[in-house]
């Protein structure tokens, strides 16, 4: 039988060098503040646009039938 050394599975990542979440190609960062704080964010305010949108077509709209009703 051969024995492996108690430490051995951890040293073989030791070497390894650390890839950072932000440049890691397919990987999310882990921390609230640049992923989900972020995403959040940016979600926001697509609503607060579409928002502002949807009002901005119902203003036009009430807009476009009275001016066809009074004619």
Known sequence: MASTPVGEPDDLFDDLPRIPARSAHGLEPLDAATAGLARAKRLRLMQVLV????????????ILIVSGISS
């Open 51 to 62: 928002l502002a949108f949807g009002i901005l077509a119902l203003i036009s709209g009430v």
